[in-house]
C-alpha cells in the first residue's frame, strides 16, 4: 500500500481528536469498511448506528486496535495510531507505539468483560497499578471515586458473578475511566442487559457527557439514547457512512432512503 | 502352586518398601515440579507469533508424546554420556520423567488458555496492559481452573511411571521389590505391597486434587 500520499503527523490548524482516512477493513473477500472518512472532534459525542453487518462495531474496534486495518491511516490527536513515522515515512504501528497510543483510549464491551476473578476494586485498580505504575493508595483512591461516581462504591468488594449486568457494566465504565482515556468507545453497552437495568447504565453515560470533555464514540441500538446525548449521529450501511447529521435533524428530516427505512424498521419494533 | 501369605515376612521388608516408597515421592514430586514449569514454557511458545520455533516445538512435542517413556529413560541415561552429558540414574531419571509429562501438561495447560474468553485479552488491551501482565495476571489465574482436572490426571499418571525408573537402577518402590525377590524368592508379599502402597498414594492425591479445584475456584471467585 502506498502510504506517501498521507501525512506524517495533521496541522495544527486541522487536528480533530479522530480521524479515519481512507480506512479499509476487509476479512479475506468480504469488505467490511469501505474508505471510511471520519473526523470526530475533540469533546464530540457521536453516536453509531445501522444494522447488523454494517461494520460500525469494526470502527470502534480498529479505534482501539483490537482489529488491524488493511488500508488508509487512522489518526488520534494528529498523530497516526495505526502507523508510525520512521525514517520519514509511515510504516504500520510495532507494539511499542501501539501501547503509547492506546494509552489515550478506553472502551466499554457488550459484554462488559470484567476480570471475574478480581472485585469490583480491583477491577478498577488494574490498569491503574500495572500500567500506570500508580501505587496501591493512590489507585484505590481514584478507583473508589470512580465506583461512587457509577453509583457502585458499595458494592466494591463483590466479584462480577455476584453482580448484575447492569452493575458490572457500570464497574466496567469505572474500570476504563480510571485509565483517564480522552477518548471513550462504548461498543453496544446495553445490548447485553435485561430492559429494566438498561436506565442505570445509560444515566451514567449521560453524566459522562454533561460533566467530563472526553471525546466519545458510541455504537447503539437504542435510538431515543442516542438522539438525546449526541452531537451527531452517523448512520452506516454495507461498511459506509450513509449519512450523518446532529440527531435533531437526522431524525426528525432524513435525507437518505436507506435512513428512512432504517428509521422506520427500528420504530416498528418498538 | 502355593499362596501363603507370610505376616512376618511382610512386616520385615515393609519398611524396606515405605523407605524406597519415599524415593518414589521424590522422583514423582521433582519430575512433576519440572513437568509443570517446562509444560507452562511450551505452552506459552506455542502461542508465541513467531512461526517456525512454533512449529519446531510443536513437531518436538508431538515426538515426546509419540515415543515410550521407557525408552526416552533409556535414550538420556545411556546416549548422553556419547555426547558428553553423564547423569546419575537419579538426575536423568527425572529429567526423562520431567520432560516426558512436560509434553502432556503443555497441551493441558493450551486447552485451559483458549478456554479463557477472547473478551478477557480485548479487556487487556482496551486496558492497555502488557502481554506478560495479560498471561500472568488476567489469563493464566483463569486458566489454571480449567487445567488442574487434567493436571491432576497426569500427576497420579506420573506415580504410577516411577516404576519404570528401575530400568537405569534408580532405588524407587519397583526395584527395592525386585531386590527382595530375587534375595528371598519370595515375590507374592513385596509386589502385593507394592500395589497396596501406590493404591494409598494415588486415591488420596485424586481427592485432594478435586478439593483444590473447588478451592481454588472459590478462591478466585469463579
Known sequence: MDLSAYPLELPESDRPMVRFLNVTKSYGSLVVLDNLNLDIQRGEMVSVIGPSGSGKT?????LMTLETINGGVIYVDGKPLTHMVRGGRLVPADEAHLRRMRASIGMCFQHFN????????????????????????????????????????????????????????????????AMRPRIMLFDEVTSALDPEVIGEVTEVIR?????????????????GFARDISDRICFFYKGKIEEQAPPEQFFANPQRERTQQFLRAVKDAD | MRFDWN?????????????AALNTLIAAGVGYALAMVLGLIFALALRSPWRLPRTLLREGLEFIRSTPLVVQIFFIFYVGPQIGITLSPWVAGMIAIGLHYSAYLAEVYRAGIEAVPRGQWEACRALNMSTRDSYFRIVLPQALPHAIPGMGNYLVGIFKDTPM???????????????????????????????????????????LVRLGERRLRSKLGL
Open chain 2, 7 to 19: 505376616w512376618d515376612f511382610t512386616l520385615e521388608i515393609l519398611p524396606r518398601l515405605l523407605r
Open chain 1, 114 to 177: 470484567l476480570f471475574p476473578h478480581m472485585t469490583a476494586l480491583q477491577n478498577c485498580m488494574e490498569g491503574p497499578v500495572q500500567v500506570l505504575g500508580l501505587s496501591k493508595a493512590e489507585a484505590r483512591a481514584r478507583a473508589e471515586d470512580l465506583l461512587a461516581m457509577v453509583g457502585m462504591i458499595d458494592k466494591k468488594d463483590q466479584h462480577p458473578s455476584r453482580l448484575s449486568g447492569g452493575q458490572q457494566q457500570r464497574v466496567a465504565i469505572a474500570r476504563a475511566l
Open chain 1, 207 to 223: 453524566k459522562l457527557v454533561a460533566e467530563h470533555d472526553l471525546t466519545m464514540l458510541m455504537v447503539t441500538h437504542q435510538m
Open chain 2, 165 to 207: 525408573l528401575s530400568v537405569i537402577g534408580v532405588t524407587e518402590l519397583m526395584q527395592a521389590a525386585n531386590s527382595i525377590g530375587s534375595e528371598t524368592y519370595r515375590f507374592l508379599e513385596p509386589y502385593t505391597l507394592v500395589g497396596v502402597i501406590f493404591l494409598a498414594l494415588s486415591l488420596p492425591t485424586a481427592g
Open chain 1, 58 to 62: 469494526t470502527v470502534l474496534r480498529m
